[in-house]
């Protein structure tokens, strides 16, 4: 499924695909995003002495 916002389009998976077919295109739903970033930070490596 895709949801088009006023800031970004998501497509999404749908766990009951069921649920589908009490929607059409155009209605409005309500729907929990979650997005989840994993960064690291190490020392940069020594400089070489001249």
């Not at 800031?7 to 997005?35: H, M, N, W, Y």
């Amino acid at each position: 499924m895709t949801l088009r916002g006023a800031q970004r389009t998501v497509r999404l998976k749908i766990k009951d695909p069921e649920q589908l077919k009490l929607i059409k295109k155009g209605d409005q739903v309500e729907g929990v995003f979650s997005e989840a970033i994993a960064i690291a930070v190490v020392p940069a490596p020594a400089k070489a002495k001249k």
